[in-house]
C-alpha cells in the first residue's frame, strides 16, 4: 500500500512539474510580447511612416488622450506673418483732395488724396517636420507675405525663410535656423477610415495652441473648389481660423494630414463641424519636391476631362459604367500625338479602372514628366489601348473638369437664343479664329439648359453629334431631337464639354 502511494505521489509531483515548465514558458513569451508594445507619447524617429499600426484600445485611455497630444503639441508652431498692402488709386474720398480739408489735416491720408499703404497681418499654424527647422503649412499662410515669424511652444521666436510654396495643392515650407527641435512622425493617411478618431492641433484666432478632437468624417473628397488639386480628409474636430497649417495627427500621434479649410454656413467663418485636411499622402510628395527642386512639377496629359453623367453616358451609348469622358484635347499635348480625341472615355489608366475625374487628375498629376502610361479608351462601342509618355504641366494649365457637366431632368432647349458665331465675336469670346458653331446669345434662367450650365457667350460646336456651322445647322438638329435628350459639344473659352439637356 505505502509503495502504491509514493508511486502516485511521483506520478503527481512530475504532472506539477510539467505544469510548472509550461506555464514559465507561457509567462515569458507573454512578458516579452508586452515588452514590445509602443508606449504612447514615447519620442520615435523623425519623417518615417508607420507602418501596419496595431489597433488602440480605448481601455489605455482611461484618463483622457494627453499621452498622444502632450508629445505632439511642441511640433506646431504658431505663425504670423504681414505684407504691405497698397490700395489703389482713386480708393479715397474726393474730399480728401479738397484745400481747405488739407489745410486743417495736411498729408495724413496720403499724397495727393491717395492712401498710404498698409501692413496687413495674418495668424496661421505649421508642423515642425525635421529637427534642423523645416516646417510644412498651407501656402495661403503665407501667401504674399514680405516677414515671417515663427513662434515655438517654449515662446522662442524665428525670423522663418520660405522654400517653397505650390499654391494649387496649398502646400508651403518654410525654415528656420535652429537645431533639436521636436518633430512629428508622418503616419500612413491613406490607412485612415471613416469613423477613426483624429486631433487637430493649431492656433485659432491666435488664443494660443489648441487641440480638438473628432473623428474622420470622409476621405477623399475633392470637387469642392478649394484647391486646384485636392483629396482632403474630412473631419468633425473644430478647425478654425488659424488653425489653417496645423497638425492633424492620429490616436498613435502620427501626422496624417495638415488643417487648411472649413465650410462654415454665411460665411460666418466659424466651426461647423465640417473641417478639412490635406492628406499626408498628397503633402509629404509635394514637400519633397520643394526640398529638392524648390518647385511641384507634375506630370500632364494634356486633355481637360469632365464627369461621365448617367444622362451623357447614355448619349453615348457607354453602357459599362465608371470611365472619365474627355471634353477636348490639347494641341500638341501628349494625348493629341497619341491619338486620343474629345468624346473619348478614359476607363482605365495602367490597369486602374477610372470613374472620377478629380482622382484622374490627382494621380497624373503625382506622376514625373517623363513617365509611360497606358490608357484604356472607349470610342465608337470599342476598347482601345493607347500608350503615351506624360509631358510636364505648365503653369497656366491642367487636366480641369469641363464647363457645364451637371445636368438636370428638367426639360429641353426652351429658352434659348444663338446667333452666327463671326470673326469679331470669336475674338471677343478668346477663341481660335478657326472655331465653328453658333454662339448662345442668351439663356432663359429658369429653362432646363441653364440648368444644365449653359450660359451667354457659349459657343455650341455639335448636337447629338452633328457639327455646327450655322444656325440653321442648329435648328434642323434640334428639331431632330425631337422629343430626346439632346447631347450638346460646348466650347467655353476655348475649351469644350458636352453637356446634357433633357427632353419634357
Known sequence: MESSTVKIRRWVAAVVVLVAFAGGALLSQGFRDWAG??????????????????????????????????????????????KIVKPQAGQMNPMFNDPMFRQFFGDQFGQGGQPHAEREQALGSGVIITPDGTILTNNHVIDGATDIKVQLNDKREFTAKLIGADAKSDIAVLKIEAKELPTLPIGDSAQLNVGDLIFAIGDP????????????????????????????????????????????????????????????????????????????????????????HGKVVRGYLGVHIQELTPEIAKAFNFNQGGGVLIGDVSPDGPSAKAGLKKGDVIVKLDGTAETDPNTL?????????????????????????????????????????????????????????????????????NLNPN???????????????????????????????????????????????????VLLLVNHGGITAYIVVEAH
Open 205 to 292: 484666432f491666435g488664443i494660443g495652441e489648441t487641440a480638438t478632437m473628432g473623428i474622420v468624417s470622409a476621405t477623399g473628397r475633392t470637387g469642392l473648389g478649394i484647391e486646384s488639386y485636392e483629396n482632403f480628409i474630412q473631419t468633425d474636430a473644430a478647425i478654425n481660423p488659424g488653425n489653417s497649417g496645423g497638425a492633424m495627427i492620429d490616436i498613435h500621434g502620427n501626422l496624417v494630414g495638415i488643417n487648411t479649410a472649413i465650410l462654415s454656413h454665411g460665411g460666418s467663418g466659424g466651426n461647423e463641424g465640417v473641417g478639412f485636411a490635406i492628406p499626408m499622402s498628397m503633402a509629404k510628395p509635394i514637400m519633397d519636391q520643394i526640398l529638392s
Open 435 to 485: 472655331t465653328k458653331g453658333v454662339v448662345v446669345s442668351s439663356v432663359d434662367e429658369a429653362s432646363p439648359a441653364a440648368a444644365a450650365g449653359l450660359s451667354r457667350g457659349d459657343v455650341i460646336q455639335e448636337v447629338n453629334h452633328k457639327p455646327v456651322t450655322s444656325v440653321s445647322d442648329y435648328r434642323q438638329a434640334v428639331a431632330a431631337a425631337g422629343n430626346q435628350p
Open 361 to 429: 487628375r490627382n494621380t497624373i498629376a503625382a506622376m514625373a514628366p517623363g513617365t509611360n502610361v497606358k490608357l484604356q479608351i472607349w470610342r465608337d462601342g470599342k476598347i482601345q489601348d493607347y500608350n503615351m509618355t506624360l509631358g510636364e504641366l505648365p503653369p497656366d494649365k491642367g487636366e480641369v473638369e469641363g464647363p457645364g457637366d451637371n445636368s438636370t431632368n428638367n426639360g429641353g432647349l426652351e429658352g434659348v437664343s444663338v446667333q452666327p458665331l463671326t470673326a469679331d465675336l470669336a475674338q471677343q469670346l
Open 37 to 82: 508594445h509602443t508606449v504612447f507619447g514615447s519620442p520615435r524617429s523623425p519623417i518615417t511612416v508607420a507602418q501596419n499600426a496595431l489597433p488602440v484600445s480605448l481601455g489605455n485611455f482611461a484618463n483622457g488622450f494627453s499621452a498622444v497630444i502632450k508629445p505632439a503639441l511642441p511640433a506646431v508652431v504658431n505663425i504670423r506673418t504681414s
